[in-house]
């Protein structure tokens, strides 16, 4: 019944390449966001440790997350693609999708060459994305008939907040039912 020590242990190049794989076997991740995770732990371990030399720390960093995008471990490309999918499939719009791979370290022209992608593939992400969150927060039609009116506005607002333009999220909202939805869906 020992309980384990929260104390981190002094940071290695050793200990953070190991770091770094037991992460990216856990969790998908841009070069830059694998970056930060490890400087993190290394500012952590620092506070404790104070002869760890972070400034040599950071180099380590740098050349371990080169050399595991040079091996294909890290991508940012595939990262991204499966992110822009993922959320696409959750009903994010574009917008947001391209403010989260922004967050992540993601490069801007990757983000944007990304999401055309899925313009390309799909007629209008846009309204595809809001009905994809409408349906799953059950908004608009999906809301229980004798609520809905009441609840209009406020379904308008948490579209809006998610990140689409009001003629979509209007579009979206104001469908009679979920049929009328799926026909937008088919007619485009």
Request: net charge positive.
């Amino acid at each position: 019944m020992f309980e384990k020590s929260k104390t981190p242990r002094k940071i290695t190049e050793h200990s953070l390449r190991n770091i770094a794989l037991h992460y990216l076997q856990r969790y998908a991740s841009s070069k830059e966001n694998l970056k930060r995770v490890l400087k993190r732990r290394v500012m952590r371990s620092a506070q404790i440790h104070v002869d760890l030399d972070t400034k040599e720390a950071s180099q380590w960093i740098e050349s371990l997350v080169e050399q595991l995008a040079q091996t294909g471990v890290v991508d940012d490309r595939i990262y991204a693609e499966g992110r822009v999918r993922a959320l696409f499939r959750r009903g994010i719009s574009p917008n947001g999708i391209s403010q989260r791979l922004n967050q992540k370290g993601v490069d801007a022209t990757l983000i944007k060459e990304v999401i055309a992608e899925l313009f390309i593939e799909t007629p209008d992400p846009n309204l595809m994305a809001a009905i994809k969150l409408v349906k799953r927060r059950r908004l608009g039609p999906y809301r229980l008939s004798e609520k809905r009116k009441e609840r209009r506005d406020k379904d308008l607002a948490a579209v809006a907040r998610a990140g689409f333009d009001f003629q979509t999220a209007r579009k979206v909202i104001y469908a009679e039912s979920f049929e009328e939805l799926d026909e937008m869906v088919s007619s485009d």
